[in-house]
Each structure stands twice: as C-alpha cells, then as structure tokens.
C-alpha cells in the first residue's frame, strides 16, 4: 500500500531528507542489540549482495510525513550499499522494498512498541515484528510477531525460524563488546546460533591449544619408550 507512489511528483530522495529524527536513544542495548545481530548477518551473508540492516536510521513512508526510526530493520532484495558514501536514510519510496524484519527493544521508557509502533509496521507491511524488553519478569521478554492478514500473530517460543530468511532468531547468555548479559542472536536450521567473530577465534584458539597438548601427549608416549620424537622422518 505504502509502495503506490505517483511517479509524477517530485518526490524527495534521501539526500534531501534528516537521516533520523534527532531523538537520542534511552538505554545502549537499542542500538547494541540490533548492531550484534547486523554484524552477525554480515558473516553469515557475507555473499550475499541483496540485503540492509539498518541501525536507528530513519524509514520514510510518506513524503508528507515525518521519518519513523526503528532500532533495528532488515530488508531483503534491495543493494546492500549504493555507493562508498552509504545510505543517509531508507526512502520507501526510492528502495521500493518494505522492511521484512523490525527490530524494537523496549527501555524504562515505553515508547508504543506494544502499541502504535506495532499497528504502524503493521499497516507498513513489514512481515516480522521483533520486540525484545530484558525488563520483563513474569513474561517472556522477546516476542515475534508474523503478519497474519494484516495483522500480527505472535509466535511461539523465544527462537523463532523466519522460513522466508532461513534464518532463526532467538536470545542466549553470550558475551558481546565484554559485556555478558542476554543478547539477540540469529540461529541455523538445527537450532544452533551463529558465533560472533570474537568467538569463533576463540574457539579456534582453544582448538589449537588441545591439538597442541595431543601433540606433547604423544611426544611424551614416545618418550617413555625409549623413542626420541624429534629424530622421526
């Protein structure tokens, strides 16, 4: 609905437009979650061409309104980069690509995410909606919603598999930016997340330190029975 613009008006593109809405974020995890989650999706798409996940960058639906500014969004089948010096903002009306995925982590601050945020992605499109709030004790903190004729339908579980992105999202304890607490991850087939960088070369690492000690195992074996191992072919 919101892609049906008249090609004969002189619409405003992105240069033109403020690239947010100058409103500061309240809490650090708005703009450290979804940054993990687009650093995640850079290795695992790393191929991959036809994607942008924006970071608390501003979504222009209709040229007589004012941007509206998601903590997180990802759209897929548009350029990943338009040029070296990036995107200022997501026009709707130049991207022709509605958001797939919304990303919105609630602070001590409500800011509609439950309410008008919700029903506005609604009306935009946007087929996943993402709320996360870590302050919720008695229920679950993130929630996924799918749009359902034009409505979202929440979906069960806390790791949800999004078929059209192959890709499944959910929470986990990890450590990120040396900060350990919940973090949003994204998640294979088989329900097993994808590391961050800072993991996998640890993972290497501690792989590299076993093989190692095998080794000195072995030369030790060898050792004790009478071989000396640097003298083998």
């Known amino acids: 609905m919101l892609l049906k613009y008249d090609l004969n008006l002189c619409l405003p593109s992105a240069e033109d437009l403020p690239d947010s809405d100058d409103t500061p974020v309240d809490n650090e ?8 989650l687009k ?9 991959r061409m036809d994607w942008f996940f924006g970071v608390d960058m501003g979504i222009y639906y209709d040229p007589e309104q004012p941007a509206i500014v998601p903590d997180g969004f990802l759209s897929v089948g548009v350029p990943r980069i338009i040029d070296e010096d990036l995107r200022l903002s997501y026009v709707l009306w130049e991207e ?4 797939i995925l919304i990303i919105e982590v609630v602070s001590h601050k409500r ?9 506005f992605y609604a009306e935009m499109g946007a087929l996943y909606y993402v709320v ?11 929630e996924v919603y799918k749009l359902e ?7 069960p579980g806390e790791q949800v598999w999004l078929p059209e992105l192959q890709l499944g999202i959910g929470r986990e304890r990890g450590t990120h930016v040396g900060i350990t607490r919940d973090w949003l991850y994204w998640y294979n087939q088989q329900g097993s997340r994808y590391l961050t960088a800072e993991e996998r070369l640890q ?3 501690e792989q590299t330190y076993l093989a190692e000690q095998k080794i000195q195992q072995l030369e030790e074996q060898l050792r004790r029975l009478g071989i000396n191992p640097n003298q083998l072919d």
């Open 29 to 36: 995890l708005q703009d450290l979650i979804p940054g993990l």
């Open 39 to 47: 650093i995640l999706l850079a290795s695992i798409w790393s191929e």
């Open 96 to 99: 022709q690509e509605v958001p």
């Open 111 to 119: 800011r509609g995410e439950y309410t008008k945020k919700k029903q």
């Open 132 to 142: 996360y709030n870590p302050l919720r004790k008695r229920k679950p903190p993130l």
């Open 149 to 155: 004729k034009g409505e979202y339908k929440l979906q």
């Open 203 to 205: 993972q290497s690492q």
